[in-house]
């Protein structure tokens, strides 16, 4: 992937160098960064995300998570293109989606093509090679053996600091005793696997062969029922995506019980990049598993 100085040195070193950025038109891109289509004067187009220059680092880790996922071959996933700063702006430059019409079984073959990616093979340790983000926030993804010692050094523990401030005595109590606690809570999967790490409705798009990309990762290798648990967290896929994935990748009895167990880190993180909205939650999940 090209590491460039400027957006329009970028182009010129992927297209050729008589190819500008004929047309800049802003588009939806999430709660934190700019997102634009560029058209560019060969007639191809490209995505580009921007935001200050200092989160450099947060686009180079979403471009190695999404070179991570595209390395399995199992679900659509767009190619980074280029990282850069020209000092005044970081940028990430990837292909451009144009999307088709959904086809009729869009559901089945996300499902489907997730669980492939749970089961493709991955890193033997949970973890990534390089910390990267969820959203704008640090991701810890230090390399260990234990699936329950990782979620809770690298996934609660992390978030608790952050939110510290913003939990009263009870909750604190309560998710301290739940980190101590999480080697019964949370068993050692049979298999690892590389997971997305911030699958909700809104980092799945249609693209080009009417099927389901995904986009945004925050990946790291874990366990896919923290991946599930996540794609439930804001109302959930339809029944038939579910249908489809245990069919490849079957879904074990107990996940229910920990489903909003897995989905505290994401709740944590809520809290502290947004505010007191989550708050409620938070506690009610502490007080759950307490």
Avoid at 12 to 35: E, H, K, M, W, Y
Avoid at 116 to 134: Q, V
Avoid at 151 to 158: A, T, V
Wanted: net charge negative; with cysteine; aromatic share 10%.
């Amino acid at each position: 992937m090209l590491k460039s100085n400027s957006i329009s040195e970028a182009i010129s070193a992927l297209f050729g160098p008589s190819v500008t950025v004929a047309d800049r038109q802003r588009v939806s891109g999430g709660d934190i960064n700019r997102a634009y289509r560029l058209e560019l004067s060969n007639g191809e187009c490209v995505f580009l995300k921007c935001n200050r220059p200092d989160l450099l680092a947060m686009f180079t880790a979403e471009a190695e998570g999404l070179k991570a996922l595209r390395a399995t071959g199992t679900i659509g996933v767009p190619e980074p293109l280029a990282v850069g700063t020209d000092g005044t702006e970081a940028f990430l430059i990837m292909e451009h989606l144009t999307p088709a019409p959904r086809r009729a079984d869009y559901w089945e073959a996300f499902g489907r093509e997730l669980a492939m990616l749970h089961r493709a093979k991955c890193e033997t340790s949970f973890g990534f090679p390089k910390d990267n983000y969820i959203g704008s926030t640090p991701q810890q993804n230090t390399p260990m053996d234990s699936w329950a010692a990782f979620f809770r050094e690298c996934r609660l523990i992390p978030q608790m600091k952050l939110a510290w401030r913003l939990l009263d005595e009870r909750s604190r109590r309560n998710l301290t005793h739940i980190t101590a606690r999480l080697d019964a809570l949370l068993p050692e999967p049979s298999f690892l696997s590389l997971i997305h790490g911030d699958l909700w409705s809104g980092n799945a798009v249609c693209g080009p062969d009417g099927k389901a990309w995904i986009i945004d990762p925050a990946a790291y290798v874990g366990h896919f029922e923290a991946e599930l648990a996540m794609t439930e967290l804001f109302g959930g896929f339809p029944a038939r995506f579910y249908q489809s994935y245990n069919e490849i990748n079957p879904i074990n009895n107990g996940y229910s019980t920990r489903r909003d167990l897995y989905n505290l880190y994401h709740l944590l993180n809520h809290l502290n990049l947004f505010g007191l909205p989550y708050l409620a939650e938070v506690k009610a999940v502490a007080d759950h598993y307490a």
